[in-house]
């Protein structure tokens, strides 16, 4: 109704410019009959009258349309946000929906990391250490049966021994996978410092003041950052990349750049799809800005309030 209203006042201030400009400049072209009456629907007899009530016209018009259509403009936003806002309990709902499909997507996807971690290490680590555990027993009832046998029993401790650097070699790309040592060893700054000089395209790295940031953000934010600079490689055909970091109050924003051929989308892979569900388990945001020809930009904000 105020978008009627409010239009309606508009279009007869400005359509009644029309017939005051006519009447000015193009006066003696209509038939006396015809002539148009500008001012009030004061007809108009003569240049005097023409060239005085039309530029009058114009001019009041035109001062109302300036000191009144921003007013106008601003009541009918207000009044749109007002009536097509939710309520307090609306955003509530919509908060809690959110929230509860982002959490059983957390879910979902700690069970596969669980069962991954349970798989990487029964088929692993666990098989190697089955097998040096067989051949340090042949090893000592070798030793037993006959000390004498020095080259078998040789062959089975060296054997254990190269079994046993594979399994621990395993065993740290596990651990990787759940907590990069590299966070505890070197912290945030650190790790990201050593994903960028490891990327395949130069990148550029800009870290403020960020304070103590809580574990579960550091890693997500160092698994983020590695997946998207491996995309960026892998992908974008980018010259140059960027990563910045900053903090502001109690939120942790990332900002990751490419000046690729653009076209990112988390519906064509798992990358994306996988950094997306990342930030939304602890509440964060993303924004992917991709056009076709590039450039990409990867927006992420954390809170890491303590």
Known sequence: MTGVAFGLAALLCVGNVVPAAVA??????????????PFIDVPVTGWATALTLGPLQILLLTALAYLCFPPMALAHARICQVVLSHSTAEQLADRVAVLTRTRADVLDAHGAELRRIERDLHDGAQARLVAIAMRLALARQVLSDDPRDEQYLEELLRDAHEGTEEAMTE?????????????????????????????????RLSIGDIERVP????????????????????????????????????????????DGTG???????????????????????IDVVSPAGGPTTITMELPCGS
């Open 24 to 37: 000015t400049t193009l006066w003696w072209a209509f038939e006396p009959q015809d002539r148009p009456r």
């Open 215 to 258: 574990a579960a953000v550091e890693a997500i934010v160092y698994f983020a950052v590695a997946e998207a600079l491996t995309n960026v490689v892998r992908h974008s055909r980018a010259t140059t990349a960027g990563v910045r970091v900053s903090r502001k109050a109690e939120r942790l924003s990332v900002v990751i750049t490419d």
């Open 171 to 203: 065993l740290r790309g596990v651990i990787r996978t759940v907590y990069p040592p590299i966070l505890v060893d070197r912290g945030l700054a650190g790790a990201l410092t050593a994903v960028t000089a490891r990327c395949g395209v130069p990148t």
């Open 263 to 285: 076209g990112a989308d988390d519906r064509l892979g798992t990358g994306l799809a996988g950094i997306r569900g990342r930030v939304r388990a602890l509440d964060g945001t």
